[in-house]
C-alpha cells in the first residue's frame, strides 16, 4: 500500500492526470477520452457478434476427460483479434464444406495480430454467415481446426516474464499504453498472471475501458468465459491491477503485461 505525506499524493495525482490525458495526445481518429462513468469501447468491436461461441476450458477442472479443448487461451485470444482485423463475414454468399472453412480460418490466422487492418476489400471473406459468433457456433470443428495447436503459444519467449517481480512504475506504464490503444479504437490482448499462485496463468483482450475516480475499469473477453465480459481494474493510487471479475479467479491482485503487440513482444 502506498502511504504517506504531500509529496506521494501530489505524485498519485500527477499519476492519475498522465494515465488519463496521455490518450488524448494520439493521433488518428480514435475514440474521445472518457470522462467518469462513460465507457470507451473499441471502434465497431461488439461482443456478442465480434467473439468465439465455444470456450477454451480449464484442464484442472475436467482432469478425466480426453480430447478436451484446453489450453487454447493464447490461440483463442490472438484468434478473436485476427478475425477482428483481417476477416469479413457475408452471409448472402453460398456456404463451403467444412474443409474450405477451415483453410479460410487459417488463412486468417496467418496474419500477424500486430498488423494493421486490412481494407474491407482485401480481407478473408467468411461467406454464409454475418459474425464469429454465428460462424463459430456452427463450424466449431472447422474453426478449432484452422486456429492450430497451442504448442507455440507455450514457448511463446515473452512467457517468462510472469516469473520475475515488476515494479509499480512499470505496471502504471502498461496501464497508460492501454488506455492509449483503447483511445486508438484498438483493442489490447493482456498476459495475466498471480504468480507465485499457480491459479492466474491466462490471457485475455481488453476492448472497453471505464473511469471509475482514481481506478480504470478494464472491460474484458475472456477465452475462458464465452457469456460475458470479465473487469479487471488498475487502481492509479497503488499502481497496481486487480482480477476485479476474472473467471474462475479470486479477486485480488495480478501483474499485467500486453502480448502480441510487435513482432518481438
Not at 61 to 78: K, M
Not at 108 to 130: F, K, Q
Not at 153 to 170: E, I, K, S, Y
Not at 215 to 220: C, G, I, Q, S
Request: overall charge positive.
Amino acid at each position: 500500500m502506498l502511504s504517506g505525506g504531500r509529496p506521494k499524493a501530489l505524485g498519485q495525482v500527477a499519476l492519475v492526470a498522465l494515465l488519463f490525458t496521455a490518450a488524448c495526445a494520439t493521433s488518428g481518429t480514435g475514440n474521445v477520452p472518457a470522462a467518469d462513468g462513460r465507457q470507451v469501447v473499441t471502434t465497431d468491436f461488439a461482443f456478442a457478434r465480434d467473439t468465439f461461441t465455444f470456450r477454451n476450458e480449464i484442464r484442472s477442472r475436467h482432469p478425466d476427460v480426453e480430447d478436451l479443448y484446453a489450453n487454447y487461451c493464447f490461440v483463442l485470444a490472438r484468434g478473436v483479434r485476427q478475425f477482428f482485423l483481417f476477416a469479413r463475414f457475408d452471409p448472402s454468399a453460398p456456404k463451403l464444406a467444412s474443409a474450405a472453412y477451415a483453410e479460410r480460418v487459417r488463412e486468417v490466422a496467418a496474419h500477424p495480430p500486430w498488423h494493421a487492418p486490412l481494407p474491407r476489400d482485401e480481407r478473408i471473406v467468411i461467406p454464409g454467415y454475418a459474425s464469429l459468433r454465428e460462424f463459430s457456433r456452427a463450424e466449431e470443428a472447422a474453426v478449432k481446426t484452422g486456429l492450430g495447436g497451442p504448442f507455440w503459444t507455450w514457448l511463446h519467449w515473452t512467457n517468462w516474464r510472469v516469473t520475475f517481480p515488476v515494479t509499480r512504475g512499470q505496471q502504471a506504464r502498461v496501464a497508460r499504453e492501454i488506455l492509449q490503444e483503447l483511445e486508438r479504437g484498438r483493442m489490447v490482448q493482456l498476459l495475466i498472471t498471480n504468480l507465485p499462485s499457480w491459479e492466474l496463468n491466462h490471457t485475455v483482450v481488453t476492448y472497453a475501458y471505464r473511469r471509475a475516480g482514481p481506478n480504470v475499469e478494464l472491460t474484458v473477453w475472456d477465452p475462458n468465459n464465452p457469456d460475458g465480459p470479465g473487469l479487471i481494474t488498475f487502481d492509479a493510487t497503488q499502481r497496481r491491477f486487480w482480477a476485479t471479475d476474472v473467471y474462475d479467479t479470486r479477486p485480488g491482485p495480478i501483474r499485467v503485461f500486453r502480448m502480441y503487440y510487435s513482432w518481438l513482444l
